[in-house]
């Protein structure tokens, strides 16, 4: 008998013409973010000096979709639509029962799922007549992101890049300077944001709510500049929901459909991508999924954190936003997953984890390797310490699926590759990598 294939990677040539708004379909919309002097909800106006009108007018739609521009579909068709894997091989070395698939978003140029809001977001710049962009970084996959983004439609980029990954990964840095962005260690000495940290803590290992402070304040003080932010905000969980546009069509080919859907959460934005366009199947038409939102120990938002008004960076210069928050003065330990070290996560997220339809799970790293380097031995990618965490979740729901013998149906986001982050390999295999 010959011999059959036994995996299958289904690729699509369409890809979504429009953005999924959770909105309309939440039990519970999220409240309005607050301003940060008078507490009262802000409007448009307050919004005006860091983002361009398009992207508010996103941030507080209630419209369920949202056609996306041609000039950023032009681009996404450089790397869209991206891979739904059946992972037979993991589904073999696990000996379970469970259908394990990944959306791939390793295979964009960034080597991340970061460039479906990156290209949309430089797209309304340029439109706006925007000349500069500036932003701030954690591992460098946001920052190369919006590098190559703005490169793209011809804008300037200015990246506060969190000191500790600076050092951690120079390999992210010159992608960045490859693609025309400036880069600075943060807390720098080019914002008074930074100076102040400086000043405080000479040594300060950076953190993302600190560069954020610092690439808000770039945007505020300058006429030409707009500030960009890689995650948490509506409008870019709405830009990511292209993952999970392409998943339940990929899925309805492969005649099957998810009983659990797993994402790692940083900000929010890659889980939610994929997550949000099944919301509706479950809040709407009485179908059963189990959503699970993974995350570190070393940052853990969703499992530790209050639901509460916080401030999205540590000097207090942006909107109050209700969500899952370990407080804006919090400083992380510099675990490898650097895009999962955000103090706070998206208010849509966080509204339905507190409403029941979303679970969180948090992993120490060591624990998110071991599956990393499992997955990599059977599927051959070698995946981004961040998107392990959802390669862990989904092998323990996987095993747990062996122990009830039940066949479901486990879709993750596997959201970027970890070629850039070999060292954090390197220390696990020889046993150096310890828990922060
Ligand atoms: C930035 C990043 C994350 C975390 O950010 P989210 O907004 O939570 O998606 C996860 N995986 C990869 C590969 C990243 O680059």
């Known amino acids: 008998m010959p011999t059959r294939a036994t995996k299958f990677t289904l690729r699509d040539n369409q890809i979504p013409t429009a953005w999924f708004n959770v909105v309309p379909s939440m039990p519970n919309p999220p409240s309005p973010p607050l301003h940060p002097g008078t507490k009262q909800p802000i409007g448009p106006a307050d919004l005006a000096p860091l983002f361009p009108m398009a ?59 970061k460039p479906n809001t990156a290209i949309a977001q430089a797209y309304y710049n340029k439109a706006e007549k925007t000349k500069r962009l500036s932003t701030e970084t954690g591992a460098g996959q946001w920052g ?25 990964k120079p390999g992210r840095r010159v992608m960045m300077e490859t693609w025309g962005a400036k880069v600075v260690a943060s807390p720098s000495t080019d914002t008074e944001a930074g100076r102040m940290i400086l000043a405080d803590s000479p040594d300060s290992p950076g953190s993302l709510g600190i560069a954020i402070s610092e690439a808000v304040e770039d945007a505020a003080t300058r006429e030409d500049t707009k500030y960009s932010l890689g995650s948490v ?40 991508g994929l997550a949000f366009p099944f919301v509706p199947d479950v809040t709407k038409g009485g179908k059963q999924i189990k959503f699970v939102a993974a995350e570190p120990t070393a940052c853990p938002t969703l499992t530790e954190g209050k639901f509460e008004y916080d401030f999205g960076d540590t000097a207090e210069l942006t909107p109050l936003v209700e969500m899952y928050t370990l407080g804006h003065r919090f400083v992380p330990p510099p675990i490898h997953a650097g895009g999962l070290r955000y103090h706070g996560d998206a208010p849509a997220l966080c509204r339905l984890v507190q409403d029941g339809i979303i679970e969180a799970v948090a992993y120490p790293q060591t624990k998110v390797f071991e599956s990393a ?35 479901k149906a486990i879709l993750f986001g596997l959201s970027g590759h970890g070629l850039l982050d070999l060292q954090a390999y390197e220390q696990f295999l020889s046993g150096d990598l310890i828990d922060a």
């Open 373 to 407: 380097v499992q997955f990599a031995r059977a599927e051959g990618i070698i995946p981004a310490p961040e998107s392990a965490h959802a390669v862990r979740a989904a092998i323990d729901e996987a095993l747990a699926c062996k122990e009830t013998k039940e066949s």
């Open 144 to 168: 190369s992101a919006l590098a190559m983004s703005a490169a793209f439609f011809g804008l300037e980029c200015k990246v506060y890049m969190v000191k500790a990954s600076y050092h951690q």
């Open 55 to 113: 992207l508010i007018e996103q941030e507080v739609s209630t419209a369920e979709w949202i056609d996306i521009p041609g000039k950023v579909l032009d681009v996404y068709r450089m790397y869209r639509p991206t891979p739904l894997v059946r992972a037979k091989r993991l589904e073999k070395a696990l000996k379970t029962p469970a259908r394990i698939y990944y959306k791939y978003e390793g295979g964009s140029p960034a080597g991340s799922h």
């Open 233 to 272: 905000l509506n409008h870019v969980l709405l830009h990511q929901t292209v993952i999970g546009l392409e998943a339940k069509l990929q899925m309805e080919k492969a005649k099957d459909f998810p009983d659990v859907v797993i994402g790692c959460v940083g900000g929010g934005s890659n889980f939610s």
